[in-house]
T-cell receptor
Framework: KNEVEQSPQNLTAQEGEFITINCSYSVGISALHWLQQHPGGGIVSLFMLSSGKKKHGRLIATINIQEKHSSLHITASHPRDSAVYICAVRFTGNQFYFGTGTSLTVIP | SAVISQKPSRDICQRGTSLTIQCQVDSQVTMMFWYRQQPGQSLTLIATANQGSEATYESGFVIDKFPISRPNLTFSTLTVSNMSPEDSSIYLC????????????FGPGTRLTVT
């Protein structure tokens, strides 16, 4: 069974805090995406990972293929980072499977 | 990258009516997908829009309820037919520009409320 689990479901942080969001999946994958969804509903793709680590500005994404686990880190968090962060994985075949999302609120 | 626009961005509709959502991409893409995100839920794939042929629907979704068109490589429509309050969701268009799995892009979404 293909499963994607995210934690935590909800997260509140003070501005400037270091934030970590976790994603675990059940079987081998070909790709993992981290997505950001703002309150209006629009989705932006932040990272695509198949191995290792990627960094873009204050965002860092890592993946451990053996442990079937990925993390999204936000350094020096800011209120504009407030959004829902979604982990999406592609198992065999074309279809993506999505986690239920982590709702992040960063308080000034 | 691929820039995707959706129309409308949001709508409030009455029960029993239908709404057609448009997805326009700024470049030709191989695959176009339609997703639904019900309140508090994750995204669920409705169907793959195939250019020049009938869409491929996922389990639980049928053509009579969600007819899809894809007349060319840059445009697709999703119709939500005979709406009920349970259809209140965000509907997202997603495209894949090539066979490379890292070239998947998402539209801004259409927020639908059915009263």
């Amino acid at each position: 069974k293909n499963e994607v689990e995210q934690s935590p479901q909800n997260l509140t942080a003070q501005e400037g805090e270091f934030i970590t969001i976790n994603c675990s999946y059940s079987v081998g994958i070909s790709a993992l995406h981290w997505l950001q969804q703002h309150p209006g509903g629009g989705i932006v793709s932040l990272f695509m990972l198949s191995s290792g680590k990627k960094k873009h500005g204050r965002l860092i994404a890592t993946i451990n293929i053996q442990e079937k686990h990925s993390s999204l880190h936000i350094t020096a968090s800011h209120p504009r980072d407030s959004a829902v962060y979604i982990c999406a994985v592609r198992f065999t075949g074309n279809q993506f499977y999505f986690g239920t999302g982590t709702s992040l609120t960063v308080i000034p | 990258s691929a820039v995707i626009s959706q129309k409308p961005s949001r709508d409030i509709c009455q029960r029993g009516t239908s709404l057609t959502i448009q997805c326009q991409v700024d470049s030709q893409v191989t695959m176009m997908f339609w997703y639904r995100q019900q309140p508090g839920q994750s995204l669920t794939l409705i169907a793959t829009a195939n250019q020049g042929s009938e869409a491929t629907y996922e389990s639980g979704f049928v053509i009579d309820k969600f007819p899809i068109s894809r007349p060319n490589l840059t445009f697709s429509t999703l119709t939500v037919s005979n709406m009920s309050p349970e259809d209140s969701s965000i509907y997202l268009c997603s495209v894949e520009r090539s066979t490379k799995f890292d070239e998947q892009y998402f539209g801004p979404g259409t927020r639908l409320t059915v009263t």
